[in-house]
């Protein structure tokens, strides 16, 4: 059974909750991170922080309480051949696990027939995402959850990001799929769809834009912000709130399903 626990505030409200044990993915940087932070303010005491950036994962390790268990793991999720026996020792030390959230992602842009983009983006977006949960399924049981964060190119094109869109439409089939095959397990699979968040890697992509336009990284904000009808960019610590609330057994009856956290952008016109 995962380990979860309910407290029950002086108000009287029952509050989220605790998952003891978890796995993150792209855990070292923006909402990977932020839900490493936040699981542990839920009361998370021992944490998998996956990532090929180190020094980001130290940062976090080092930011945290000693009585907090967070276990670096530094791996490029592109290179497959070596999960199993990286993550087997770290797998059995840690016993059940209640929460897997995967986070990790890269949104290069192309155009169709640059082969290589394509297959990174979908290696490591889609296909990583898949070898790793199959191999986590041995740790997963009743009562665990997954979320795994898709992105609003699950439901809408972009322009030079067939790869980035195909990859998170494709992550949503694996959600619904996996969904109804753990269901029996009791196992939950849900995704979170963001859009315009405020990590390193919006900042990027805007940096690109701003190369080519002249646009500053203020003026783009400014325009972004414009366009949300709730006129604030998405933290990533709106999305780790979703994910809690996914994870939390509050959400005990939601399985298959996707929650897009975007201010309104994708609400009309
Ligand atoms: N920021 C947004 O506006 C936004 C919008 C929609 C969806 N998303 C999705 O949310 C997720 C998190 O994005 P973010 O904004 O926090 O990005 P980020 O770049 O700030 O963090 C992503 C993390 O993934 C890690 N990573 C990337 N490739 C990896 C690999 N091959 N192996 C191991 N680690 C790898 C990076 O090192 C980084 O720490 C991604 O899947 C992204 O597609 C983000």
Same mark, same amino acid.
């Given at each position: 059974m995962a380990a979860w626990l309910c407290f029950e505030v002086a108000s009287g409200f029952e509050v989220f909750i605790v998952c003891k044990t978890a796995l993150v993915t792209g855990a070292a940087n923006g909402i990977g991170s932020a839900t490493v932070r936040k699981l542990v303010s839920h009361g998370a005491t021992h944490i998998l922080a996956l990532d090929r950036d180190q020094s980001g994962l130290a940062a976090l390790?080092?930011?945290?309480? #000693?009585?907090? #268990? @967070? @276990?670096?793991v530094v791996l490029d999720l592109e290179n497959m051949d070596v999960y199993e026996q990286l993550l087997e020792p770290y797998l059995n030390d840690i016993g059940q696990l209640d929460t897997v959230v995967i986070s990790h992602g890269v949104s290069d842009e192309n155009e169709l027939a640059e082969h290589q983009v394509w297959d990174k983006v979908m290696n490591i977006n889609l296909n990583a995402t898949r070898y790793l949960l199959s191999l986590l399924e041995k740790k997963l049981g009743q009562?665990?959850?997954?979320?795994? @964060?898709?992105?609003i190119l699950a439901k809408v094109g972009k322009q030079r990001n067939t790869a980035y869109c195909s990859s998170k439409h494709g992550l949503m089939g694996l959600v619904k799929?996996?969904?109804? #095959?753990?269901a029996r397990l009791g @196992?939950?699979?849900?995704?979170?769809l963001p859009s315009w968040v405020d990590t390193?890697?919006?900042?990027?992509?805007?940096?690109?834009?701003? #190369?080519?336009?002249?646009?500053?990284?203020?003026?783009?904000?400014r325009q972004i912000k414009k366009r949300i009808p709730l006129r604030s960019l998405v933290s990533a610590e709106d999305i780790a709130d979703s994910i809690i609330f996914l994870a939390s057994p509050q959400a005990k009856m939601i399985t298959a399903q996707s929650l897009v956290v975007d201010g309104g952008d994708g609400c009309g016109v």
């Open positions: 390790v080092s930011e945290m309480a #000693d009585s907090v #268990d @967070i @276990i670096p009562g665990s959850s997954v979320v795994v @964060i898709s992105s799929g996996l969904a109804l #095959d753990w @196992i939950r699979v849900n995704a979170v390193p890697m919006l900042r990027r992509e805007l940096q690109k834009q701003g #190369d080519m336009t002249g646009a500053s990284m203020n003026q783009m904000l």
